[in-house]
């Protein structure tokens, strides 16, 4: 049973950045997997970043490679996502998640068993 609740959206300019958290329930926490995903308007709900239980591995859609980073924190029970550089096209809800199957990096949706209920982030031109 683990609870995820995202903080750190908002408006942005574009070519800003954001910092997006998503703090964890629970002692066991470094045993899950991470990851973050987002769903823009009329648009399917897609990976964007994983890192696995140990944040060793970490892996990226190819639209943020570059602008992007995740990383956690685990004695926080917090993971993170770092946007820097972003778009118009990056606004979108962002949803963190939690895999019981994460001693990699996992970039399926269907993987996830744990999700956050989303916060905004708008990226004006």
């Known amino acids: 049973q683990v609870q995820l609740v995202e903080s750190g959206g908002g408006l942005v300019q574009a070519g800003g950045s954001l910092r997006l958290s998503c703090a964890a329930s629970g002692r066991t926490f470094s045993g899950y997997g991470m990851g973050w995903f987002r769903q823009a308007p009329g648009k399917e709900r897609a990976f964007v970043a994983g890192?696995?239980?140990?944040?060793?591995?970490?892996d990226y859609a190819d639209s943020v490679k570059g602008r992007f980073t995740i990383s956690r924190d685990n004695a926080k029970n917090t993971v993170y996502l770092q946007m820097n550089d972003l778009k118009p096209a990056d606004t979108a809800i962002y949803y963190c998640?939690?895999?019981?199957?994460?001693?990699?990096?996992?970039?399926?949706?269907?993987?996830?068993?744990?999700w956050g209920q989303g916060t905004q982030v708008t990226v004006s031109s």
């Open positions: 998640a939690a895999t019981n199957r994460g001693w990699r990096a996992v970039k399926a949706l269907s993987e996830y068993d744990y």
């Open positions: 890192i696995s239980w140990g944040g060793r591995s970490t």
